[in-house]
């Protein structure tokens, strides 16, 4: 099993950057791919990026392709997502999600074992 703990979020105005963490721990956290999620009020949770074990592959969501960069660091059990050029309707919660095996590119919500509680970033405009 693996716990996730999400860190990072914030007020922060359009244009501007934020950096989300999310640290593992639990064993073998290399072996999970993980991903990050958002839910905004209202709405359903939706994908948003993903990465394999190795951190070499990654995928994205296309509302945010181009903007935000999710990474990890495995000797630290972490994973990141950098968001530049934030959007008021970026604003949601953002949930970190990890399932066992190396597939990188699930993005339904229920592909996805271990949740962390989520952090808020709310964008102003």
């Known amino acids: 099993q693996v716990q996730l703990v999400e860190s990072g979020g914030g007020l922060v105005q359009a244009g501007g950057s934020l950096r989300l963490s999310c640290a593992a721990s639990?064993?073998?956290?290399?072996?999970?791919?993980t991903a990050w999620f958002r839910q905004a009020p209202g709405k359903e949770r939706e994908f948003v990026a993903a990465i394999s074990t190795s951190g070499i592959n990654t995928s994205y969501a296309d509302s945010v392709k181009g903007r935000f960069t999710i990474s990890r660091d495995n000797a630290k059990n972490t994973v990141y997502l950098q968001m530049n050029t934030v959007k008021p309707e970026d604003t949601a919660v953002y949930f970190c999600a990890a399932r066992q095996g190396t597939s990188w590119k699930a993005r339904a919500t229920n592909e996805y074992a271990y949740w962390g509680q989520g952090t808020q970033v709310t964008v102003s405009s």
């Open positions: 639990g064993r073998a956290f290399i072996s999970y791919a």
